[in-house]
Nanobody, 123 residues
Framework: VQLQASGGGLVQTGGSLRLSCAASGSTLDYSTIGWFRQAPGKEREGITCISSSDNTFYAESVKGRFTVSRDHAKNTVYLQMNSLKPEDTAVYYC??????????????????WGQGTLVTVSS
């Protein structure tokens, strides 16, 4: 499966963005999709995931502000990001773990990765 993350950009503090993770080559229906981010000089951080049965998990850093969802018809997973803060500035990646109902926010289990999209939140 090939993943394409998009939707990043420059936004002011308190603003919103919606990232998309579009898949080609295979359906995402049976995959867990995770969202990760990596800020300059920092380690990659898992922030949320949605399982094949649409269970979700959020890291404390984004809980209440970010929402992950999927559109089965479009074979796309979305990350709605609200109340953005400067510390949300990072390259955001989506990743897929096929044939799984688990929803981890650690990178190891994920087999397929998108190329990343840059989100910059200005203060």
């Amino acid at each position: 499966v090939q993943l394409q993350a998009s939707g990043g950009g420059l936004v002011q503090t308190g603003g919103s963005l919606r990232l998309s993770c579009a898949a080609s080559g295979s359906t995402l229906d049976y995959s867990t999709i995770g969202w990760f981010r990596q800020a300059p000089g920092k380690e990659r951080e898992g922030i949320t995931c949605i399982s094949s049965s649409d269970n979700t998990f959020y890291a404390e850093s984004v809980k209440g502000r970010f929402t992950v969802s999927r559109d089965h018809a479009k074979n796309t997973v979305y990350l709605q990001m609200n109340s953005l803060k400067p510390e949300d500035t990072a390259v955001y990646y989506c990743a897929a773990m096929t044939f799984s109902q688990f929803c981890p926010v650690v990178a190891g289990p994920y087999e397929h990765w998108g190329q990343g999209t840059l989100v910059t939140v200005s203060s």
